[in-house]
Nanobody, 122 residues
Framework: VQLVESGGGSVQAGGSLRLSCTAS????????MAWFRQVPGQEREGVAS????????VYANDVQGRFTISQDSVKNTVYLQMNALKPEDSQMYYC?????????????????WGQGTQVTVS
């Protein structure tokens, strides 16, 4: 499984960005897709996840209502629409995939990772 993120960049507080994650490889190994983020020196934290088959979503409390995860099954792409961005959202964002349910926002439960894309909010 390969995951390639794009869409990061710099934006002013209150602005919006949309991240994309295009997946390839074994479809059965990426039944659940998620976005994580990390500040250097800190633990990676879950932001949002989506079950590919059902579209069921899960969000971290601090992004609920501001971020939206979605998917385009034809393009094998998962998106993270981020609105009302805050300076504390400035982190490296990673796309991840796993096969089995459970631990939607737990980084240790995800087997596959993208290279990350930087988001900076000033």
């Amino acid at each position: 499984v390969q995951l390639v993120e794009s869409g990061g960049g710099s934006v002013q507080a209150g602005g919006s960005l949309r991240l994309s994650c295009t997946a390839s490889g074994d479809r059965y190994s990426r039944q659940y897709m998620a976005w994580f983020r990390q500040v250097p020196g800190q633990e990676r934290e879950g932001v949002a996840s989506i079950a590919v088959a059902t579209g069921r979503t899960v969000y971290a409390n601090d992004v609920q209502g501001r971020f939206t995860i979605s998917q385009d099954s034809v393009k094998n792409t998962v998106y993270l629409q981020m609105n009302a961005l805050k300076p504390e959202d400035s982190q490296m964002y990673y796309c991840a995939a796993k096969r089995d349910p459970g631990g939607s926002l737990n980084p240790t439960r995800h087997e596959y990772w993208g290279q990350g894309t930087q988001v900076t909010v000033s």
